[in-house]
């Protein structure tokens, strides 16, 4: 099982940015699809990227060409500079891995490690 913590949320205002890393420990990072994940108020978990460990990213079209996700398989930390943040982006994001050498997935159900979720609020 793999130990995923995140870091850098925070309350920013509309059109700012913010950037989001997740350390991992306890398991073979490099092999592992990493993804990001959010649950905003009264709505359910959402994909929002994913970082595979062949190099294949992708992202949630909510998010396309705003966020980045970006992995350091040296340091197991996989990151998410956000840009131009609108308020929709309010919600808590959480890092996700998947075991070793999985199918790549944007559904919650097929990634078994989670961080505990860190807060971005974005205000007008």
């Known amino acids: 099982q793999v130990e995923l913590v995140e870091s850098g949320g925070g309350l920013v205002q509309a059109g700012d940015s913010l950037r989001l890393s997740c350390a991992a420990s306890?398991?073979?990072?490099?092999?592992?699809?990493m993804a990001w994940f959010r649950r905003a108020p009264g709505k359910a978990r959402e994909f929002v990227a994913f970082?595979?460990?062949?190099?294949?990213?992708m992202y949630a079209d909510a998010v396309k060409g705003r966020f980045t996700i970006s992995r350091d398989n040296a340091k197991s930390t996989v990151n998410l500079q956000m840009n131009s943040l609108k308020l929709e982006d309010t919600a808590v994001y959480y890092c996700?891995?998947?075991?070793?050498?999985?199918?790549?997935?944007?559904?919650?159900?097929?990634?078994?490690?989670w961080g505990q979720g860190t807060q971005v609020t974005v205000s007008s």
């Open positions: 306890g398991g073979t990072f490099s092999s592992s699809n």
């Open positions: 970082s595979a460990w062949n190099g294949i990213i």
């Open positions: 996700a891995a998947q075991p070793r050498f999985s199918i790549l997935s944007r559904s919650e159900t097929a990634y078994t490690s």
